[in-house]
């Protein structure tokens, strides 16, 4: 991609977070504490998205969804993926049905 969006932005900086002292950065903190940890805090910040869900309150909604989001930034770095890679799948299923696209995976695993 040609111009860098906030998703692109906050996944270079986690890249240069990585090497940092985990004593000055909350990124290199978790990326060095391992893959559980960082798993812990996805199913955190989906329990808070579901929770202000729940309350109702849209502006709550946001914040815990961009929590969840960074989060998934942080595991995705760990494995050495990129929004890019996430971009491209979503276009790949881009006009299939939902259930048409999950019946094709379910086959590929069987299969």
Same mark, same amino acid.
Do not use: N
């Given at each position: #991609? *040609?111009?860098? !969006? +906030? $998703?692109?932005?906050?996944?270079? !900086?986690?890249? *240069?977070?990585? /090497? ?8 290199? %903190? $978790? @990326? /060095?504490? &391992? /893959?559980? %940890? +960082? @798993?812990?805090? +996805? ?5 808070? *998205? +579901? #929770? ?6 849209? /502006? ?19 494995? &050495? ?8 799948? @979503?276009? %790949?299923?881009? &006009? @299939?049905? &939902?259930? !048409? ?5 379910? #086959? %590929?695993? *069987?299969?």
């Amino acid at each position: #991609m *040609t111009s860098p !969006t +906030i $998703l692109h932005r906050l996944a270079e !900086t986690i890249e *240069t977070r990585k /090497q940092a002292d985990a004593g000055s950065s909350y990124v290199a %903190k $978790l @990326l /060095q504490s &391992g /893959q559980d %940890k +960082i @798993l812990k805090k +996805i199913a955190e910040e989906s329990a808070e *998205t +579901i #929770m202000a869900s729940k309350d109702g309150d849209a /502006q709550h909604v946001v914040r815990e969804t961009a929590d969840l989001w960074f989060h998934c930034l942080v595991l995705l770095s760990h494995h &050495g993926l990129s929004p890019d890679d996430v971009l491209q799948e @979503l276009e %790949k299923r881009e &006009g @299939l049905s &939902g259930i !048409t696209e999950k019946a094709a995976r379910s #086959m %590929k695993k *069987t299969g």
